[in-house]
């Protein structure tokens, strides 16, 4: 009796936790395979086009999870989830996804600041080199796990101005694991999530923590002290300690961390696959990024209200708390409107204003992103401005002199 007193009280408990803690189930299909031309490294240099690649690989492990994991018992769930969870943060993710991306950051700011020659070294002794971002995923099969280098030089670059390039391109490889994190948030809750989300999502935001806190003395020449003492020479003080406790935080606090962490603890209990965001009565609990910026150190956080299954809004603000004094507020909408086609079932826009804010005025970007979606396939096309000026800019312009880019693409749904 007691026995069955206490099951009936949890599922009292799970049914009140998904009416008033837990968003609308998703009506899209969640996981995707995308081509897209921002995979043209050297004409497009997108930051935001070429993470449409890690992306499309974690959306396709889910998928591959969802078809092979063991789910008739708790036992079976939790062997499968736990045995994926340490094959993903220590084998696939580090070797195939973040590192790549990672170096790419930085390959990325290099050519946006004006080089062309970008080598990459996929190997921890810096004797094995790739010519392209994905000659580098494809080749790490016989490194995995190891560190990866990315060197150029930067030509006609304005002497006064070193510095501040050379930090803007060391930042980039953190900056684009954070990036990651974000995107993998903003999908689940825009199409929901699944299982391994939360290890992809988890390793993304651990890494740069992990690098920041090295022992600069036994570690020499990385990202977090070349960081720390350009920050220095141009009059911040900024250190490696800074970017471990701010990573930490931004991990620590998100409700993106404890959204996925509890779908996958109810993934184990009840074998449900599907992942979603924490929210009451429609307002999303907070997310944080950490972003290292020329004007200094920056703190995200991004909320979202969903109006109904079609209507939803995003608002987020990032300040830099330790440097300049600089703002950006950006606020978007998605909306998701059913197209009474055979072949086609939605079409979703999603704009995005981007508002920095400091002593030199008003600094202006923004996005459009437009998706048709069917049942097997759809196609999207976005467009941004990137305005150099301002955080978002700076960390993911393709060009200086060309801040206009225009992604398109087609994506497979995996069911």
Known sequence: MNLFLFRFAICILISLLESFLFALENKEIPNRFTLTNGY????????????????SIYETYDWGFRKISADKYGFGRFSSWFISGLFQMFYFNSTYMSTPYHEFGHGTRF??????????????????????????VFNRVNYSNEGAATSSVIISQNPNDSIKNDLIVSAGGMNNEILLSKLITERVY????????FFFYLENKLSPYNYSSLNTSEFKGGDPQTIQNDYASLGKNITTTDLKNSYLFSLLASGSFYSLLWGDLYYIGTGNHNVKTIDIYG??????????????????????????????????????????????ISPQFRYVMKLNSGMLKYFIAKPQLIIGLGNNGVDLGGSLLSEVEGDYLGLFLKYTYYNQNNLYGERNIPFINKPNEILGGVFFNLF
């Open 111 to 136: 050519r946006s600041l004006g080089s062309n020659n970008i080598t990459y070294y996929i190997d921890s002794n810096h004797t094995v080199t790739a010519g392209s971002y994905f000659e580098m």
């Open 190 to 197: 825009d199409r929901g999530g699944s299982v391994p989300d």
């Open 283 to 328: 307002v999303s609990l907070p997310d944080f990024s950490t972003y290292i910026n020329s004007k200094g150190l920056s703190m995200e956080t991004m909320m979202h209200y969903r109006v109904n299954e079609v209507l939803t809004f995003g608002l987020s603000y990032e300040k830099v708390y330790i440097g300049d004094n600089y703002d950006q």
């Open 40 to 55: 043209l490294e050297e004409s497009f240099n997108s930051n935001e086009g070429m993470a449409y690649f890690p992306m």
